[in-house]
């Protein structure tokens, strides 16, 4: 199994990977999430994903999955820079994940699994 | 590569018993169209209708917009790899139907997706206000998986698009232009005292909904590599996203790119166009940095003087944007960027998720939050259902006499990054 491990609030991808791969499901905000992952860049561990993948805004969206590394090192500035953009982006949008029906979030779920998804070939490459 | 493009006008369409193109007059037999459409038995049904500019017809939402093509002379068939065989493309001759255009639409997941007004405010922030549109909506067969609906979706309308381009193969151009590339050397040796200049174009490469095609290949799996220009114009690259329809190319856009045209303009004159470079947009980071890498290696490589680079979303692909102009302009390479912007309502907020020094010459496609109000129109084809849901809509959206208040993003092409648009600043 690569060494990285998948922060994420959509059920669906903790579903997909339940037994296969690092899973970390918190069923909080698409903010949060991204505060997750800043706390994580902080501690020494790296972005592998984007945290704004997919055209579907921030917060539009109610799910987000980020890939980080699990192994510690020193504070990567590249990871820094991307997930404190990707934090400030976010405000600039409004929250709407009350306004959906099941329907709608099961797409946004399945969007958020693609968009995921279309990481694994690199990411277990090596 | 050499490649002549006749144009032929198209000023109206009707419908009729069979599909013809007559004085620039589209006849289209539905039925005979529904045949083509339902090859794929993903789909159930498929209705058309024509939108035709300044009528109160609203399009949604929309997943891509093509235009007819054939190719008459020379290797190859149009759409390579998905509708055509492999063949390179970009030489011989090929016939465009201009002024008009096939847009598929369909509810494939249960927000996003573009809207086209042939009138009113909204028509003036699409180009496809202004194209008579021959709409097809498909409706899949009960249970499908999205992948496989999107996929229908996306092959009906190439299938169709090409069946109509097809009926222009006997017919006279009303214009013809030529557009030619040279070999590297051939290029040195007759423009020795011109810019070396290139186009870095970008492809959404996420996901779902999210993705490009060259030549048939999943645009993820490519690493940047060299086009003759003359082959986008056969098909070589098409659309398979439309989320946040603002500032993605649908296949009308890759067909017509117009930053390639504008390179063709002055190509000889002020700049010596040597090619076209293509490159990704993925999720996974070390993508990006593989990908920004070998751009920039091209580019050295190719002793280029300087490049225009377009970007194609917002978000993920700022990342992409910042990382291929800053490695390109350390080996020594001019850069303009093109981009859109997500500044906010008030436009007060910054507009990009990504930033560096070296992006001092940008071109942007406009504030992707800016709200509009899309009055009531007579007609939808489509449906509104997924109106509220769409990017940067809201439940407040449908507002109680029927208009719409929306941000500018939901709107097909209305910041598009390659500068494909009718509205400009001073």
Known sequence: ?126 | MRLEMGHIYIKEIQFADTCKIEDGTLYVSAEELKKVALEDEKIKSVSFDIARPGESVRITPVKDVIEPRVKVEGKGGVFPGVISKVDTVGSGKTYALKGMAVVTAGRIVGFQEGIIDMTGPGADYTPFSKTLNLVMVCEPIDGIEPHDYERAVRFAGFRVATYIGELARDLTPDETKVYETCTIKEGLEKYPDLPRVAYVQMLQSQGLLHDTYVYGVDAKRIVPTILSPTEIMDGAIVSGNCVSACDKNPTYVHQNNPVVHDLFEEHGKTINFVCQIITNENVYLADKQRSSDWTAKLCKMLDLDGVIVSQEGFGNPDTDLIMNCKKIEAEGVKTVIITDEYAGRDGKSQSLADADAAADAVVTGGNANEVIILPKLDKVIGTLDYVTKIAGASEETLREDGSLEVELQVITGATNETGFGKLSAR
């Open chain 1, 1 to 126: 199994m690569a060494s990285y491990s998948i922060l994420t609030n959509n059920p669906l991808v903790a579903d997909k990977l339940k037994g296969k791969k690092t899973v970390e499901y918190v069923p909080v905000s698409y903010e949060e999430i991204l505060k997750m992952a800043r706390d994580r860049v902080y501690q020494g561990y790296k972005l592998l994903s984007h945290p704004l993948s997919g055209s579907v805004k921030p917060k539009e969206t109610p799910y987000k999955s980020i890939m980080v590394s699990t192994r510690k090192e020193e504070v990567e500035a590249q990871s820094v820079r991307i997930i404190e953009e990707a934090v400030m982006a976010c405000g600039k949008f409004t929250d709407r994940r009350d306004s959906y029906g099941p329907d709608v979030r099961k797409d946004f779920q399945m969007i958020d699994w693609t968009l995921l998804e279309s990481a694994f070939a690199s990411a277990d490459a090596w």
